[in-house]
């Protein structure tokens, strides 16, 4: 499976725009193509991607982690170029429209596909996407609010999580890494210093043009 980091803080290309925000390209081997959350900006999601040769008709689904603005900004905009998408949005995420499906999504888990899952809407604030590959489980973040033990324990009830990529805020309990293979702090996560030192060899820096393959 691949994964596109489209929208972050840092850039690692020139010509990608950073800003404040969180959006990513997962694509797993079974076809699917889901954009998780949309960042803060919509032109700069559009223009990132097309940048990363992304077409915006190749998105199937579009998995939005929670309401804030930094993750949902570029939401109407992406609408705009691609209508035909199934949303999948926590159920605290009103208004949203415009696409061929939206599913609310609530505490409990949601099986998106075979080897895709929603950990379901946690503490009421915010969903985490769970990949199921032959290593494990892949777990994508967009900020990480609920407690990060609560998430990891969400999304290990569908095997053992031994790779997480996304936003992690102000997490610091970092032994619950410690059996982690891939790190991939982004956006918002204030101690990446400190997991890069404890963890060089499973640490992968982040940054808008950053691909991870898994």
């Given at each position: 499976m691949k994964i596109t980091i489209i929208y972050d803080n840092t850039s690692l290309r020139e010509d990608l725009v950073a800003d404040w925000g969180f959006s990513c390209l997962v694509e797993d081997n079974e076809g699917h193509t889901i954009l998780f959350d949309t960042g803060t900006n919509g032109a700069i999601l559009l223009a990132n991607m097309e940048k990363l040769s992304i077409e915006a008709a190749s998105v199937d689904e579009i998995f939005i982690s929670h309401a804030h603005f930094d993750h949902i900004g570029g939401l109407s905009m992406f609408l705009n170029a691609n209508?035909?998408?199934?949303?999948?949005?926590?159920?605290?995420?009103?208004?949203?429209?415009?696409?061929?499906?939206?599913?609310?999504?609530?505490?409990?888990?949601?099986?998106?596909?075979?080897?895709?899952?929603?950990?379901?809407?946690?503490?009421?604030?915010?969903?985490?996407?769970?990949?199921?590959?032959?290593?494990?489980?892949?777990?994508?973040?967009?900020?990480?609010?609920?407690?990060?033990?609560?998430?990891?324990?969400?999304?290990?009830?569908?095997?053992?999580?031994?790779?997480?990529?996304?936003?992690?805020?102000?997490?610091?309990?970092?032994?619950?890494?410690?059996?982690?293979?891939?790190?991939?702090?982004?956006?918002?996560?204030?101690?990446?210093?400190?997991?890069?030192?404890?963890?060089?060899?499973?640490?992968?820096?982040g940054g808008a043009g950053r691909i991870i393959e898994l």
């Open positions: 209508s035909d998408v199934k949303i999948y949005c926590p159920e605290s995420l009103r208004g949203v429209r415009g696409a061929a499906e939206v599913i609310k999504v609530g505490d409990d888990p949601v099986q998106m596909h075979e080897n895709i899952f929603s950990t379901g809407e946690l503490e009421q604030v915010e969903q985490s996407m769970a990949i199921k590959t032959p290593k494990g489980i892949v777990l994508v973040v967009g900020c990480s609010h609920p407690q990060m033990s609560g998430i990891l324990d969400a999304a290990g009830r569908f095997g053992r999580v031994y790779a997480v990529i996304g936003g992690m805020h102000g997490f610091r309990d970092f032994d619950l890494f410690s059996d982690m293979e891939h790190i991939c702090p982004t956006h918002c996560t204030q101690y990446i210093q400190e997991i890069r030192s404890l963890y060089p060899d499973a640490y992968i820096q």
